[in-house]
Structure formats: C-alpha cells, structure tokens
C-alpha cells in the first residue's frame, strides 16, 4: 500500500467541494476529506487542490494539468482527475471531441509518475422523459471512454456503479446536481477505500426508503429548483459566463495539511 506525501485535486466544482461545509470560507469537499487521512501516514504531507465550479474539460487540462505537473515529486504524488461533466451538459456537446480531450488529459497526468485516480459518474437519474433519457446516454458513454482510458494509462478508476444508490436526491444538495456533505463524505470514504487507507464502512449503507411526497410537494420543489438554479444556470450560457468566472483554486500551491 503506497504512502502518498502529496495529494493534487483537479477538476470542477466537485472536486472544489460545492454545497458541503463551509471552513474557513471555502467548501470542505470530499478531497479535502481524502487528504484528512492520507495526511495522517505522512510527516511530510502537502495538499493542492486546483479545481474551479464551473470549468469546462479543456479548461482543466489546458489550465490546470501544466500546474500540476509542477508539483508532482514522483509515485509518492496522487492526482485525481475528475472533468468532463460539465461539457457533457451542454447543449452543443460533441462527445468524440470531449472523448480525445479527455485521453489527452490522462495521459499527460499519468507521463508523469503520479499515482492517478479517475472517477465515473451516475449515468441515471430519476424520471423516465427527454431529459432523463439523454442524461443517461451521455453519461454512460462518458463512463465508457473513462474506463477505456483509464485501462489504457493504468489509471485507478472510482466506480459510481459500485454505489449506484448515491444517485438518491437525498445525497444531492437543494440544485440537485453537487453532493451535499453525506455524499462528500461517502465518496470521501469510497476513494479512500479504493486506494487501500483507512475508511469508514457505513460509507456504503443506503438510506432507508424515503417518504413519499404528495404531488404538491414535488410540483413546489420542482419549481422552486428551475427558479433558483435552471434558470440562473441557462441565463450565464446565453451571456456565455461560467460560475467559476474570476475564481482561484482553493489551494493554488502545496500546502502543509494536518
């Protein structure tokens, strides 16, 4: 089992930590709770964490992997490479584009000696129309190039098909797409598992059966939702603005976590 003295996050606003805690006026974030553990074998032990909500696939690997590589001290150092779900949610989504984007990617990080974890996704959500539809034919075969690549450049992969039941809204916070702090937290425990540390096993116990809502709950919360958050989220793509605009990474160089 390899001791890892460095931990280097990249991505989008998953891997920034969006809708868990707030310390110290950034969202914890279940890499922030990897780094927790893996700090704990090592006296020397440094955490990066580049993610920005928001940021598209080639933003990631064209903004974020030349960083990183900086900071990458051999097989001691872990990547996590999580990006592409936001390009996958666009409507002018070209999927053999983003695919070779995405090999790009890994392939670069992997060149450099790191120990490098990729990660799959919920490919269905709740509801049988368009939308849920196109969701899961998108997702899947995201899922599909990630498992391809990742086999290709040895990469780990973290699973979402060994935990299907997160796909419960319960995990998700009240925009219905980040992981609220359970869910950061099982996934959390779920990385960690996979890479052989530490872990908690209640990370994998589903919830118990959620109560029914009457039709005028679910009409409310619905609307309530494309209010707060579909509106607002189409509204910064016809001004062609990204939620992640004018922000910096949570920790932007190695820095000292105990």
């Known amino acids: 089992m390899a001791t890892f003295n460095r931990f280097i996050a990249l991505g989008d606003s998953m891997t920034e930590g969006m809708c868990d805690e707030i310390i110290d006026g950034k969202y914890r974030g279940w890499a922030d709770r ?14 990066v964490n580049l993610a920005i909500r928001g940021k ?15 900071f990458v001290t051999g097989s001691d150092t872990l990547i996590s490479f999580h990006a592409g779900a936001n390009d996958v949610l666009r409507p002018n989504y070209q999927a ?35 939308t849920a539809k196109l969701w899961h034919e998108r997702f899947s075969a995201f899922n599909v ?5 990742a086999h290709k450049y040895g990469a780990t992969i973290i699973e979402a098909d060994d935990a299907k039941w997160l796909a419960d809204l319960r995990f998700l916070a ?21 890479l052989g540390k530490n872990f908690d096993p209640a990370w994998k116990i589903p919830l118990p ?6 039709k005028a709950r679910k009409t409310a919360e619905k609307t309530r939702w494309i209010i707060t958050f579909v509106i ?6 016809v001004r062609g603005k990204s939620s992640g605009d004018g922000r910096s990474a949570k920790y932007e160089t190695p820095i000292a976590w105990k």
């Open 145 to 149: 190039n990630v498992r391809n690549v």
């Open 56 to 70: 598209l696939l080639h933003q990631v690997i064209d903004g974020q992997i030349p960083e990183a590589a900086k």
């Open 209 to 214: 059966p959620a109560q029914e809502k009457s």
């Open 96 to 130: 053999a584009e983003a695919f070779a984007k995405y090999e790009r990617g890994v392939k670069d990080l992997t060149s450099t000696g790191a120990t490098v974890i990729v990660f799959t996704v919920v490919d269905r959500v709740e509801g049988d129309g368009k």
């Open 174 to 194: 009240v925009d219905r797409l980040h992981l609220n702090s359970d869910g950061h937290w099982r996934l959390s425990q779920a990385v960690l598992e996979k």
């Open 232 to 237: 607002p989220w189409i509204w910064r793509r």
């Open 34 to 47: 990897v780094a927790d553990t893996l700090a704990k074998e090592s006296s020397n032990f440094s955490y």
